[in-house]
T-cell receptor
Framework: NAGVMQNPRHLVRRRGQEARLRCSPMKGHSHVYWYRQLPEEGLKFMVYLQKENIIDESGMPKERFSAEFPKEGPSILRIQQVVRGDSAAYFC?????????????FGPGTRLTVL | AQSVAQPEDQVNVAEGNPLTVKCTYSVSGNPYLFWYVQYPNRGLQFLLKYITGDNLVKGSYGFEAEFNKSQTSFHLKKPSALVSDSALYFCAVRVASGGSYIPTFGRGTSLIVHP
């Protein structure tokens, strides 16, 4: 019974490169959330997706960041032209439905380092 | 707007003593409250949640939390702390009203249990 999977676990990029972070939700879950965690700042919501739809992207920076959750395959968070300030841990979580009572199940995270 | 406050950045307790990690919230409408724990270099793990009913909620690893509507609090407690409980603890709130039900997380409280 695999949990939420994220890869890669660690990603190093140079400024200006692209970063692609992948998230496979738990089996049976069709709702995916992406968060960013910076030291001393807690967990910040970025985007909420359902299969083939972006439901809420209010926490996503307007430029360079995009997310998708295709019909087949994992959800992908894409950061173009990375800058040092993008260095953080990125977590995805999944839930079976989009209900407020749902428990979110988190992946192990991807730690992005921008050189 | 909804918000969560974890007033203590760090809580220190001796092994075997009771522990409390504090959480207060502010929402419009009925809250759904969650506690998660994060161990170093890991994702968040669900501990417990309050949806409705009994104000005392029991969760994983011997933790419990008490919902207090008048004080808008949801403090996490454990009767006897273990060194292995040392971790980062997050409180989160969601509301039952319309919208995408995005949870708001507190900044986290670092629990240190001393042998």
């Amino acid at each position: 019974n695999a949990g939420v999977m994220q890869n890669p676990r660690h990603l190093v990029r140079r400024r200006g490169q692209e970063a692609r972070l992948r998230c496979s939700p738990m089996k049976g879950h069709s709702h995916v959330y992406w968060y960013r965690q910076l030291p001393e700042e807690g967990l910040k919501f970025m985007v909420y997706l359902q299969k083939e739809n972006i439901i809420d992207e209010s926490g996503m920076p307007k430029e360079r960041f995009s997310a998708e959750f295709p019909k087949e395959g994992p959800s992908i968070l894409r950061i173009q032209q990375v800058v040092r300030g993008d260095s953080a841990a990125y977590f995805c979580a999944s839930s079976p439905q989009g209900l407020p009572t749902d428990t979110q199940y988190f992946g192990p995270g991807t730690r992005l380092t921008v050189l | 707007a909804q918000s969560v406050a974890q007033p203590e950045d760090q809580v220190n307790v001796a092994e075997g003593n009771p522990l409390t990690v504090k959480c207060t919230y502010s929402v419009s409408g009925n809250p759904y409250l969650f506690w998660y724990v994060q161990y170093p270099n890991r994702g968040l793990q669900f501990l417990l949640k309050y949806i409705t009913g009994d104000n005392l909620v029991k969760g994983s690893y011997g933790f419990e939390a008490e919902f207090n509507k008048s004080q808008t609090s949801f403090h996490l407690k454990k009767p006897s702390a273990l060194v292995s409980d040392s971790a980062l603890y997050f409180c989160a709130v969601r509301v039952a009203s319309g919208g995408s039900y995005i949870p708001t997380f507190g900044r986290g409280t670092s629990l240190i249990v001393h042998p």
